[in-house]
């Protein structure tokens, strides 16, 4: 059974950090990724990485200040959010895929498992 289980969301003040961290169980998967979604708006594309590490995407509204990592030997990857905007305030999801695919990672429909959610909240 594969499981997704985020943790790390809080309320912060702009300008401070996060580290959010997602535990994998149940499979080995090509790639993983954060999305966000903030109240009223769609689920967004924040980061992504291969599960070797090789490689890392991430949207334009966060490159610079997160970054995504993963440790194998844990099955765990995580998010570094630095330097939080008020923007940032959403419900972060986890999300993995186990099969190789031509779509692409910033898209939802790329991953075909998600974690329930942890919160972030940067107040000003």
């Known amino acids: 059974q594969v499981q997704l289980v985020e943790s790390g969301g809080e309320l912060v003040q702009a300008g401070g950090s996060l580290r959010l961290s997602c535990a994998a169980s149940?499979?080995?998967?090509?790639?993983m990724g954060w999305f966000r979604q903030a109240p009223g708006k769609e689920r967004e594309f924040v980061a992504g990485i291969t599960w070797r590490g090789e490689r890392t995407i991430y949207s334009d509204s966060v490159k610079g200040r997160f970054t995504i990592s993963r440790d194998n030997v844990k099955n765990t990857v995580y998010l570094q959010m630095n330097s939080l905007k008020p923007e940032d305030t959403a419900v972060y999801y986890c999300a993995a895929a186990d099969t190789f695919s031509t779509i692409t990672v910033t898209s939802r429909s790329r991953y075909n498992y998600w974690g329930q959610g942890t919160q972030v909240t940067v107040s000003s």
């Open positions: 149940g499979r080995t998967f090509t790639i």
